[in-house]
């Protein structure tokens, strides 16, 4: 039986040690603790790739593997073959860590719509 996203999230919240309301903090509120029981309990399964990438970095876990869990198409590249995830920077030949930073702030500028 495949494991579901919710209950990976869960399982790695309880082992880091970190209630619901911590997560909310230590992300700074990008995840509420509403909006992860509900990924937890399997009410929403496919959140957005900007909270599953503040949970990966918050868990320590792998970015690629939430977005598996979630459903979302994943591509295994090596750092030869790297190109930027979105089309528009594909010619850009970004590295992780660049990709990385250009999500987080993606994030910072969504939280800001609000």
Not at 92 to 112: C, I, M, V
Request: glycine share 8%.
């Amino acid at each position: 039986m495949k494991v579901t996203l919710g209950e990976y999230l869960g399982s790695i919240r309880t082992d880091r040690k970190l209630t619901l309301r911590g997560v909310e903090e230590a992300t700074n509120k990008e995840v509420s603790n509403a909006y992860l029981s509900q990924i937890e309990n399997g009410k929403i399964q496919k959140p957005s790739p900007n909270i599953l990438y503040a949970l990966a970095n918050l868990y320590g876990v792998d970015y690629d593997k939430l977005m598996e869990l979630a459903g979302y198409i994943t591509t295994t590249r090596t750092d030869v073959e790297r190109h930027g995830r979105a089309a528009t920077f594909s010619e850009l030949n970004l590295t992780q860590n660049e990709e990385a930073e250009l999500l987080k702030y993606l994030g910072y500028l969504r939280s800001k719509k609000d």
